[in-house]
Nanobody, 124 residues
Framework: QVQLVESGGGLVQAGGSLRLSCGASGRTFSSYVMGWFRQAPGKEREFVASISRNGFSTRYADSVKGRFTISRDNAKNTVYLQMNSLNAEDTAVYYC?????????????????WGQGTQVTVSS
């Protein structure tokens, strides 16, 4: 069992930056592929970024590529999402998720554990 807790969300002006963190309980964090997803009001949840177990491989949604960076610190059981050049379309609840698998996935259904989410609001 893994419990995930996101933090770092908030209100930011367009063009600004935020860094989200997701802390995980348990001793097997390095066994999980980690991902970030988001859900805007009235929209379906969408993939944002994912990172391999060792942090060497990453994948991004086209909409955030070049602006967002996912990283992880296995010693701290934490995954991060650095978000730069934010715009109003990035407004959403952001969720981190863990997948007990060696393979990165962009599909939410393939993730086993989810955090409660953190709100990111970008004002234009």
């Amino acid at each position: 069992q893994v419990q995930l807790v996101e933090s770092g969300g908030g209100l930011v002006q367009a063009g600004g930056s935020l860094r989200l963190s997701c802390g995980a309980s348990g001793r097997t964090f390095s066994s999980y592929v980690m991902g970030w997803f988001r859900q805007a009001p009235g929209k379906e949840r969408e993939f944002v970024a994912s990172i391999s177990r060792n942090g060497f491989s990453t994948r991004y949604a086209d909409s955030v590529k070049g602006r967002f960076t996912i990283s992880r610190d296995n010693a701290k059981n934490t995954v991060y999402l650095q978000m730069n050049s934010l715009n109003a379309e990035d407004t959403a609840v952001y969720y981190c998720a863990g997948r007990y698998s060696p393979s990165i996935s962009t599909t939410g259904l393939q993730y086993d554990y989810w955090g409660q989410g953190t709100q990111v609001t970008v004002s234009s």
